[in-house]
């Protein structure tokens, strides 16, 4: 719900909301040059005095004003002729034309009404509201990205676009929500849609008769602070029943022209306060550094909106249509998604042509959309359900799990879920856990039990498939192609081999880096930023189904790097073990922002062994600030497979590396990395109790058998690797 709150407002109305904000902020300027180009008068200077000095060079004089900022402008006749100047309060003589600005004009004009009158104020407005709402749905979901408004500053993950939107909504979103909320008001206000202020005092009409009292003898005038002025206006010359009109921020009162008697007096109400204290926060007037502020907040709109317009677009790319769609009265497969970035949407779409093709009629929608009392032909509900964050449920999935707590009864339909994410986060899958155990609770018969995909798998996908065509009664093949991004040319520059001795060619793969387009660094797309542990897609000549490898280096490190061991019959594996320098390969960026080491200073434990240690030598390598860092790394031999030997002793003499244990499973005496593990149980212990983050890249047995060895290693402390994982420090990447 908040999402759509925040999403459709900004949409439609970005060019409206656009010229508002750009509007705004060039007025916001204005006050703070007025400020600074006017003279101000100096402190202690009273009304008479310079009512008196003006009087003095202008003898004709009927009105001053002082506007918030300070400047004096004087109004008189001349010889029949007006005139009007800025004063310089020192002198009561004028020093710049009282002409107001054209470009100040015509920027006031666009911004209050696009010059319609009424009815663009009414847009106007309009756009003011449409600002209110997206600063506070957007707030709400930024504290929820952030993991709670504590948190408000957290850093986060993601795609440029994205976390360019968030951190500038993070600086602006108080600004805007401020000079939206008193736009609204000012619009209220002048269509009469709020309670009128205080009257002025009546005029009087018993006066002196007298004329020509001295300005700088009335007593009214010299106990009233040039500082408060907001207007004087003069007798009309000869009528001895005028009088003169002063405004303060005090209030409004009547001066006798004979004697400077105070005829009448009357203070602004509450209200007309408020009133003016939110024309001050709106403009600037009187304000002109909260104006200048708000004005640089009015500038995070347009940005906001541009950002904004991306992440949409790359969220409705990731969402393919799909072609045969039944209704959802008439299907009798209801198959509802629960999606993030758009990429769960995919495998739906496989999953709806499977079925289609065998003849089965199938409805697909979000989760946000779960409407059972519409399925008056269903048999079977599939749910396909990412995780959001720490355990949240995806754009697309809101409010499903309410919806279901409040069913009464459930459908008699039966259910499966399955569950997308990536086993390197310790949420992983858990929305789909929490709709199963919200399921469960409320009796729904299960057509399946939970089953996960990690990271994508097309191969994870199709196991799954075979499992529901055994249930269904029918041979159902899900072969899965995800849409693969941006595809960029990667030419290799330079290669390290080893593991000939062995009968393992592996091989370290350094590529150059590609060009990358303004508009993919607008939307981070392609190899615009990337780190040490996130993954390189291949695609194999010959094939349409990626292959992935950790990344060992960083954008910063100026260079892609890998490391590849040949497998026999593998055909992605071989076509890179074969690649010579020039040569050329199809790949893309997929972020891995769960297998990070983190900004703290606590020490670091890396476990790898074989090809798992590319990732975690992109560590070492990127560890400028010195963290304490302890590799453990596991091989066959040292003569065959000793990946970045020759680097290890350059980064411990950087200090980049703390200390290094080395285990050899294939010499006279087997030693694993467990082992090398438990050999310096003390130290690890010592380490975790320090706060230290342990990170293990490798083969599924090998983190095993690293589990089991830290398991027993951490008893000690009442600790063990789960406890680790629930406070983000413990984190696998394996295969």
């Known amino acids: 719900m908040i999402r759509a709150l925040h999403r459709w407002p900004g949409l439609l109305a970005l060019v409206l909301v656009t010229i508002l904000s750009l509007s705004g902020a060039a007025l916001s300027i204005f006050p703070a040059a007025e400020s600074a180009a006017a003279p101000q008068a100096q402190a202690g200077l009273t009304v008479a005095a310079l009512a008196d000095r003006i009087q003095a060079v202008y003898p004709g004089v009927e009105q001053i004003r002082r506007s918030p900022s300070g400047r004096i402008t004087a109004y008189w006749f001349d010889a029949g002729a007006p005139g009007a100047a800025v004063i310089d309060p020192a002198t009561g003589q004028g020093v710049a034309s009282a002409d107001p600005n054209q470009i100040e004009r015509w920027l006031t004009g666009l911004h209050r009404s696009l010059f319609l009158g009424d009815g663009g104020r009414l847009a106007m407005a309009a756009g003011a509201a449409a600002i209110l709402v997206l600063s506070l749905s957007g707030a709400a979901l930024v504290a929820r990205r952030a993991g709670g408004w504590r948190r408000w500053f957290a850093p986060l993950r993601g795609p440029v676009a994205g976390r360019l939107h968030v951190e500038i909504a993070r600086i602006a979103v108080v600004g805007l929500a401020l000079s939206s909320t008193t736009a609204l008001w000012m619009t209220a206000s002048t269509f009469n849609l709020l309670p009128d202020g205080g009257a002025p005092p009546a005029v009087p009409t018993i006066v002196s008769g007298q004329m020509g009292v001295a300005l700088d003898q009335m007593p009214t005038l010299q106990q009233t602070p040039l500082a408060e002025l907001r207007e004087l206006s003069f007798p009309y010359p000869g009528d001895a029943t005028d009088v003169f009109t002063l405004r303060t921020d005090r209030g409004t009162g009547y001066l006798d022209q004979g004697d400077g008697a105070l005829l009448a007096w009357v203070e602004l109400t509450g209200w007309e306060r408020a009133s003016e204290t939110i024309y001050m926060l709106h403009t600037g007037q009187g304000a002109a550094a909260l104006g200048v502020v708000l004005g640089f907040t009015a500038l995070g709109v347009p940005a906001m909106g541009a950002t904004g317009l991306l992440v949409w677009l790359a969220g409705r790319r990731g969402r393919p249509r799909i072609r045969g769609n039944q209704p959802a009265g008439r299907a009798e497969t209801i198959l509802l998604v629960g999606s993030e970035g758009g990429s769960t949407w995919g495998f739906a779409a496989t999953l709806h042509a499977a079925l289609t093709k065998a003849g089965h009629s199938v409805h697909v ?245 074989g090809t798992g240690i590319g990732p975690l030598t992109g560590f070492v390598r990127g560890n400028a600030r010195r963290r304490p860092v302890h590799l453990f790394f596991g091989m066959r031999h040292p003569a065959s497979d000793f990946f970045y030997g020759d680097d290890f002793p350059i980064w411990q003499r950087e200090g980049r590396l703390a200390r290094l244990v080395t285990a050899v499973s294939r010499g006279a005496q087997p030693h694993y990395v467990q082992d090398a593990l438990r050999g310096e149980a003390a130290q690890v212990l010592e380490h975790v109790r320090n706060g230290a983050r342990i990170m293990v890249c490798g083969g599924r047995d090998m983190a095993a058998g690293v589990a089991e060895a830290l398991t027993e290693i951490l008893a000690p402390a009442g600790l063990t690797p789960a406890i680790l994982k629930a406070e983000g420090r413990y984190v696998e990447d394996v295969y």
Not at 379 to 392: E, N, Q, S
Not at 511 to 527: D, E, I, K, M, T
Request: charged share 20%.
């Open 365 to 609: 929608g979000p989760m946000s959309g779960f409407a059972p009392e519409r399925y008056a032909n269903a048999r079977r509900i599939i749910l396909l359900a990412a995780t959001y964050g720490d355990g949240a449920a995806p754009a697309s999935a809101k409010g499903f799990v309410d919806r279901l707590n409040a069913l009464e009864p459930v459908p008699d339909i039966a259910l499966a879920v399955l569950g997308f994410g990536d086993r390197s986060f310790p949420a992983y899958c858990a929305f789909a856990g929490a709709v199963v155990q919200a399921a469960q609770a409320k009796g729904w018969h299960a057509l399946l039990p939970l089953d996960t995909v990690d990271r994508q798998s097309p191969q994870d996908f199709a196991r799954w498939g075979r499992a529901l065509g055994e249930v269904l009664g029918m041979a159902l093949d899900l072969s899965h192609q995800p849409v693969l991004p941006a595809i960029d040319r990667l030419t290799l520059v330079s290669r390290r081999d080893y593991g000939a001795e062995v009968q393992a060619p592996t091989a370290i793969l350094r590529f150059a880096l590609p060009r990358v387009s303004l508009w993919q660094r607008l939307r981070g797309a392609g190899f615009v930023r990337f780190q040490a542990g996130d993954l390189i897609g291949i695609v194999p000549e010959g094939s349409a189904i990626p292959r992935l490898y950790s990344l060992a280096s960083g954008r910063h490190d100026g260079f892609i790097e890998i490391v590849v061991k040949k497998h026999p019959g593998g055909l992605c594996s071989g076509q890179l073990t074969a690649l010579e320098p020039g040569d050329t390969v199809s790949a893309f960026l997929r972020r891995n922002p769960g297998f990070r080491p983190g900004r703290s200073r606590a020490p670091l434990i890396l476990i790898g062994a």
